[in-house]
């Protein structure tokens, strides 16, 4: 069965320190990964998503994330966090027929002057 | 301005009473998605629509209805069946269903309060 672990509940970083968001996933075949962040009582946006070719996959906002197959992980990073990010992130994976998404159950960002 | 948008923004409901959220889309897609999203517990597939006409149940549909009449529109009905309709609630698209890396698109969301 498809799922997705985002270990991490809550992390808090200062502004303009890295950022890394962890997310493993369980899926039998090829995995279909999206990152998404959601401000309060908003909707989702996409940030990035991974299908095929380069592991390394940039996104909008300057973040990019990295998937590696043989630790069944698709971390987020940002090599310099601002106030406005933050935000409530989650990881994603598609099933093969692209009907449903599996969500973690998401990361919530804090960022510190 | 193409996207997705949910009404009410806020709901709140008496207990015993079915309500109906709307979600409408303008960017042409044929799939459409409902989730409930609870603190600490992700989002949930409720129900999702591949095509006008057709819908399946997902994960927690039990106490929820909904209808495609037309590829533009999703509403979504809490009945009074659902035991805990208390949550945020989130419309989505794709552009078709059955296409792992098409993403999805969300709409601003409706917060269910029930009385």
């Known amino acids: 069965a498809q799922s997705v672990t985002q270990p991490d509940i809550h992390i808090t970083v200062s502004e303009g320190a890295s950022l890394e968001l962890r997310c493993n996933y369980s899926?039998?075949?090829?995995?279909?990964l999206f990152w998404y962040v959601q401000s309060p009582g908003q909707g989702l946006q996409l940030l990035l998503k991974?299908?095929?070719?380069?592991?390394l996959v940039q996104g909008i906002k300057g973040f990019e994330a990295e998937f590696k197959r043989s630790q069944s992980s698709f971390n987020l990073r940002k090599p310099s966090v601002h106030w406005s990010d933050a935000a409530e992130y989650f990881c994603?994976?598609?099933?093969?027929?692209?009907?449903?998404?599996?969500f973690g159950t998401g990361t919530s960002l804090t960022v510190i002057p | 301005d193409g996207g997705i948008t949910q009404s009410p923004k806020y709901l709140f409901r008496k207990e015993g009473q079915n309500v109906t959220l709307s979600c409408e889309q303008n960017?042409?897609?044929?799939?459409m998605y409902w989730y409930r999203q609870d603190p600490g517990q992700g989002l949930r597939l409720i129900y999702y629509?591949?095509?006008?006409?057709?819908?399946q149940k997902g994960d927690i549909a039990e106490g929820y209805s909904v209808s495609r009449e037309k590829k533009e529109s999703f509403p979504l009905t809490v009945t009074s069946a659902q035991k805990n309709p208390t949550a945020f609630y989130l419309c989505?698209?794709?552009?078709?269903?059955?296409?792992?890396?098409?993403?999805?698109?969300f709409g601003p969301g409706t917060r269910l309060t029930v009385l």
């Open positions: 629509s591949q095509i006008v006409n057709d819908f």
């Open positions: 899926y039998g075949a090829t995995p279909y």
């Open positions: 991974y299908f095929s070719g380069d592991t």
């Open positions: 994603a994976v598609s099933t093969n027929t692209g009907n449903q998404f599996y």
């Open positions: 960017l042409n897609h044929d799939a």
């Open positions: 989505a698209s794709s552009i078709s269903a059955g296409v792992s890396y098409n993403e999805q698109f």
